[in-house]
Nanobody, 117 residues
Framework: QVQLVESGGGLVQPGGSLRLSCAAS????????MAWYQQAPGKQREVVAQ???????GYADSVKGRFTISRDNAKNTVYLQMNSVKPEDTAVYFC???????????WGQGTQVTVST
């Protein structure tokens, strides 16, 4: 089963940029659909962006044009480039891997992103 470790969270000013990384280990990376979710205080966890093994992507309307998900299958890593961030982007961001064969899903531990002056 794959294990996930996120990094790159922190404090950023509105309008700034941040890049999150999620490193996967323990399994064949290119059979997993990868995704980033956000969970703000008091709210449900929601998908932000997802990427298939071949690179096809999808985004929540709230982040289209601002966030970019990408993956490096050689490095077993998925990224979330966050540009033009807004205070409402403040949340814990979780990496998710879904095995396209077994349909099992695995979560990372989460990384906090705070957008504030």
């Amino acid at each position: 089963q794959v294990q996930l470790v996120e990094s790159g969270g922190g404090l950023v000013q509105p309008g700034g940029s941040l890049r999150l990384s999620c490193a996967a280990s323990g399994s064949v990376f290119n059979i997993y659909q990868m995704a980033w979710y956000q969970q703000a205080p008091g709210k449900q966890r929601e998908v932000v962006a997802q990427i298939a093994p071949g690179g096809k992507t999808g985004y929540a309307d709230s982040v289209k044009g601002r966030f970019t998900i990408s993956r490096d299958n050689a490095k077993n890593t998925v990224y979330l480039q966050m540009n033009s961030v807004k205070p409402e982007d403040t949340a814990v961001y979780f990496c998710n891997a879904r095995n396209l064969i077994t349909r099992e899903a695995v979560w990372g531990q989460g990384t906090q992103v705070t957008v504030s002056t």
